[in-house]
């Protein structure tokens, strides 16, 4: 997938976000939810985590990201470096296909009729940047470790 973020698809991440921001809780409790219905076994790596605790940082998170998407390359180093850490999780390539999938069902079943093919479109663009930044930092931290 092409990674290029455009002004346009911004405008829209941002505006969705804005929707959500008001359940911001309950999608974050969705979101789990659904990652572990449909991926089960990542559900372990989450073992004696402080939910309430966890859903606020992914919101945090995703705050972040999303009011930093114009100027997202001031964030890319916290990202590369998040993925690193990620990876002493135990979190590796595949998992970030469905974490993406249950984010992209969560904004969808969050917003209902304010969701669109634009909206997934760019909300898929932003993850997929994400994603990628925190791969790379996986990678470079698994490398530096050798």
Do not use: C
């Not at 979190?91 to 009729?113: F, M, S």
């Amino acid at each position: 997938m092409n990674t290029r973020i455009t002004p346009t698809h911004i405008e829209l991440v941002r505006k969705t976000w804005a929707s959500v921001v008001p359940i911001a809780d309950t999608a974050a409790s969705l979101f789990y939810q659904r990652l572990f219905e449909t991926s089960p076994q990542l559900a372990p790596m989450f073992a004696g985590v402080d939910f309430p605790e966890q859903r606020n940082k992914l919101v945090k998170a995703i705050n972040l990201v999303v009011i930093s998407l114009d100027r997202i390359d001031t964030l890319l180093p916290m990202i590369h470096d998040m993925g690193r850490r990620h990876a002493g999780y135990g979190v590796r390539d595949e998992h970030y296909g469905p974490v993406g999938a249950a984010l992209l069902w969560t904004l969808q079943t969050g917003l209902g009729d304010d969701w669109s093919d634009e909206a997934a479109v760019s909300w898929a663009l932003a993850y997929q940047l994400l994603a990628d930044t925190m791969i790379a930092g996986a990678r470079a931290g698994s490398r530096s470790a050798a």
